[in-house]
């Protein structure tokens, strides 16, 4: 037997015998009307609380790229009566985890702290958010900090190659521009402009929090009157225009002196909220989202090692939806590689999968999904993406049946839309044999 099908098979004999777990969620609303998802676990001392913003980086202003990226390293560097020594000491002495994080559409943060320590690390939390101190020595740290990975980025084939290809995807679009920002772009950020990133965006209307462990509703509700309520009502009004990914079919080819080339690939995906997205999901985990059991594992790794990984995957955002696939590969193999991935791309569109790969990839993906639930911070950051998602406040415990609901027909119909080869757009960094480019890079590609 290959490896791949003993592989396969032992992962579906485990996965079905995985219990169904149900997680109970409750909505918690304050006494001044904030809202959060709780999952009450009371078998560890433990509180994950996960919050994101609506609005991230894709609102940063022009000439200010990397503005909500920055702001995300300096929260918790001084706040209210601590300077950045002050609040990180706190923060170690009671091991309080606390961090923020800025993607394209969301500014988030995360929380995690022992029981007893709850009130403390709630109250550090508050004043992160509404009162963060913006000092100099702190600032000039993490610009310095965040400018040194953006000029180790800048030489790092993979990050090339995907930022190369968001340029191609979104002209002239803020999904086209790097979160971190540029060179030129940190270096322009003022402390006001950190101050008024804080007052515009990070608005009561925009927020959605989610809290797991040991903590009950009636503990939490005033919490979180005295951690957000006094945050703006609102955030600022703030709009990013609906965009799909442009390109037909361009390669380009970035020229750089390594042994093995790095491609990036893709074309227009489904977004969440469309009808067809879990027969997609459920169909691409067969084509390239799988891991070893994909199609383009088997034709690329197994069958011929090509390379050591190869994927695709679906990439939905608020305001654009991809299809996302890659490969690493030396370079005298990337023709043969790249040739692989538009075969099985078109044979996926033409015939769909088959009945038992629809079955297999089912069981998988439903059996797999309770081990997504392993700790407090995975399921406060599953809900969390559950509410930002609009998903419904019982879809953990509902999202099994649309993935079962996924049908051959349905599979194959939606293969057939997904999939085109003949538009993917195709990044190529390194010194790769056999591929020809057809444009230049944007911005010189790099």
Do not use: C
């Amino acid at each position: 037997m290959p490896l791949r099908a003993f592989l396969t098979a032992v992962v579906l004999i485990l996965l079905a015998s995985l219990p169904a777990r149900a997680v109970e969620v409750q909505r918690v609303i304050s006494p001044g009307g904030v809202e959060a998802w709780l999952v009450e676990d009371h078998s560890n001392p433990i509180i994950s609380l996960e919050l994101a913003f609506r609005g991230g980086a894709a609102l940063d202003p022009a000439g200010r790229e990397g503005l909500a990226n920055l702001v995300s390293g300096l929260l918790d560097e001084g706040a209210g009566a601590l300077d950045s020594q002050a609040f990180q000491a706190r923060l170690a002495d009671l091991s309080i985890g606390l961090s923020f994080d800025a993607g394209r559409d969301t500014f988030g943060g995360n929380l995690r702290t022992l029981t007893e320590n709850r009130d403390t690390a709630f109250g550090l939390l508050r004043l992160a958010l509404g009162q963060p101190r913006f000092d100099a020595e702190p600032v000039e740290r993490i610009r310095g900090q965040i400018l040194a990975r953006v000029r180790r980025n800048a030489e790092d084939p993979d990050r090339i190659a995907g930022r190369t290809l968001r340029r191609l995807f979104f002209p002239g679009h803020p999904y086209g521009r790097p979160v971190d920002g540029t060179p030129q772009s940190i270096a322009a950020i003022t402390a006001d402009d950190l101050r008024r990133f804080v007052a515009e965006r990070l608005g009561r209307d925009a927020l959605k929090v989610s809290v797991v462990g040991d903590i009950t509703a009636a503990q939490l509700a005033p919490l979180l009157d005295k951690t957000f309520l006094a945050l703006p009502a609102a955030a600022a009004p703030a709009r990013v225009a609906e965009t799909e990914p442009q390109g037909s079919g361009e390669v380009v080819v970035i020229r750089k002196d390594i042994p093995q080339s790095v491609v990036a690939l893709g074309h227009a995906g489904l977004k969440r909220d469309h009808p067809d997205f879990y027969a997609a999901y459920v169909v691409n985990y067969i084509l390239g989202g799988g891991g070893f059991a994909s199609r383009l594992y088997e034709e690329v790794r197994e069958k011929r090692g090509l390379a050591y990984s190869v994927h695709a995957y679906l990439y939905p955002q608020d305001h654009a939806a991809m299809l996302i696939g890659g490969v690493a590969t030396a370079n005298a193999r990337v023709g043969q590689s790249l040739a692989l991935i538009r075969q099985e791309w078109a044979r996926m569109a033409e015939s769909g999968p088959t009945a038992e790969e629809l079955a297999a990839a089912k069981t998988f993906l439903t059996g797999s999904y309770p081990l997504r639930q392993s700790s407090s911070g995975r399921i406060a950051g599953m809900l969390l993406g559950i509410q930002l998602e609009d998903l419904g406040i019982d879809y953990i415990n509902r999202r099994n049946d649309y993935i079962e609901a996924v049908t051959l027909e349905d599979a194959k119909r939606v293969a057939r839309r997904l999939y085109r080869a003949d538009q993917l757009t195709v990044v190529v960094v390194g010194q790769p044999d056999g591929i020809e480019p057809t444009r230049e890079a944007p911005d010189g590609g790099s």
